[in-house]
């Protein structure tokens, strides 16, 4: 699906100029090109045509989240028919943990988590597996790695009508894929059952998917309001990605820990060689 383009107002001045220059290097594949305006000389919608003329899932860096708010905002309402996604750190606050040996002080790592930015986070990278007219607006948190996109593709989670797979087998995919069962609070995340009907919410949605069953059969799927439970639309087949970017196989999860006990092992003894006994004490208590 190519960009659509919405805007009132068609290029003038040196927009149009600007506009073929920097497609034509993009064609010719030049690793950099600069775009020099004055404040409100149309830098941003110069940019959008540029982009709606690639047709390439684009990527926009910000330095700060201010920025990237203002630039998600107005590439949003350029592209309203396109996936423009959010993706910036969603802490709101970070302390990380440290320690003090001269005085034994252990200060732990306390963090705030914005819940919104977190699935809108989500989405983006939902988005990305899902279309090719994406544009995602991030801040710097975007160069920090995420795992393995293809193993975060491999975990989706799909259902369709008449497909015969078993209640108790979905319900293991999910849990898989960090989704938790809270049959009293429905909330992002997370899925309740009842009876052969299974409803999840995903973490990136703010719609929720019903699935129920026939025996091992599913005989019908539709996507849902989470407070009311009324059916919006009915859907023949539904996909849901993981709960988190921090998807991770179990073969992984025990080389890492293999690795990871050998190297405490290690700086242990390195450690009580050089007869820093607080340390190695506090090293093994808090691995």
Request: hydrophobic fraction near 40%; glycine fraction near 6%.
């Amino acid at each position: 699906m190519p960009f659509d383009l919405v805007s009132p107002f068609t290029p003038a001045g040196d927009q149009p100029r600007a506009i073929r220059e920097l497609s034509a290097g993009l064609a010719r594949d030049d690793r950099y090109q600069t775009l020099l305006g004055v404040t409100g000389s149309g830098k941003t919608m110069t940019m959008a045509h540029v982009i709606a003329r690639f047709g390439r899932p684009t990527l926009v860096l910000s330095h700060n989240k201010t920025l990237a708010a203002q630039l998600y905002g107005e590439l949003k309402s350029f592209f309203p028919r396109s996936a423009v996604e959010f993706f910036i750190s969603y802490y709101d606050y970070y302390q990380p943990e440290a320690y003090v040996p001269q005085t034994d002080t252990y200060i732990a790592k306390d963090s705030s988590i914005n819940d919104d930015i977190d699935r809108l986070r989500l989405r983006a990278t939902s988005s990305l597996m899902e279309r090719e007219d994406v544009v995602i607006v991030a801040s710097v948190s975007a160069i920090y790695g995420l795992g393995d996109p293809e193993m975060y593709r491999q975990r989706l989670v799909t259902a369709s009508v008449g497909e015969e797979r078993g209640r108790d087998a979905l319900l293991e995919d999910l849990v898989g894929v960090q989704y938790q069962r809270n049959d009293v609070a429905f909330e992002r995340g997370t899925f309740r059952v009842r009876g052969d009907t299974i409803e999840v919410f995903p973490a990136y949605d703010e719609q929720a998917v019903r699935i129920e069953f026939w025996g091992d059969t599913v005989e019908r799927i539709a996507k849902i309001d989470p407070l009311t439970g009324d059916t919006i639309i009915e859907l023949p087949r539904a996909a849901v990605y993981p709960a988190t970017h921090f998807v991770t196989e179990r073969p992984t999860i025990q080389r890492a820990v293999t690795a990871i006990r050998a190297e405490l092992t290690e700086r242990l003894a390195e450690l009580r060689a050089r007869n820093k006994l607080l340390e190695a004490q506090r090293l093994e208590s808090r691995t």
